[in-house]
């Protein structure tokens, strides 16, 4: 089973901050059975799309083993992996809508989202890789670019090129 590189983007801005992204990366090296490859640097943000306290943003990257023929089943173990250890510390509730549709945005614990799985793509209800939001999140490209490896920055150059983040 070929091994893939999974890129993850955490946040918190309720408690320890960072006692709570190194929290999230442990139960992620439990829940995943191995340890984390890389870990960027940890960067505080304001919040975009709600008022809360200041961020503290990282990216996490993971060597995982991931089949080709369910590359899609594979990603919704994993993301039913993150959305577990987001509940078992403490964030609650399913992601809100307003009358137009539009994400409410609230403070939370840990919040992580899957960035990417190889370069692969996915686009099915409950996850689309790589993550929609990525373009628009300096706080998800800064700590990214930091721990990139060249296979994602070849497949996804569009993220790593011509950019004055």
Known sequence: MPLLSVYFSLGSNLG????????????????????????STLVETSPVGFSGGMFLNAVVMYRLAIPASGVEKAALSILDKVEAIERSMGRTGK????????????????????????????????????????SDRPFVLV??????RPALKKAFPGFFVNSTI
């Open 143 to 148: 700590p990214l670019r930091e721990v990139a």
């Open 16 to 39: 320890d901050r960072k006692a709570n992204i190194l929290e999230a990366v442990r139960r992620m090296d439990d829940s995943f059975g191995t340890g984390a490859k890389a870990l």
């Open 95 to 134: 992601g809100e809508r307003d009358a137009q549709g539009k994400r409410i945005y609230h403070s939370r614990t840990i919040d992580i989202d899957i960035l990417f799985i190889g370069a692969e793509t996915i686009d099915c209800p409950r996850l689309t890789v790589p993550h929609k939001g990525i």
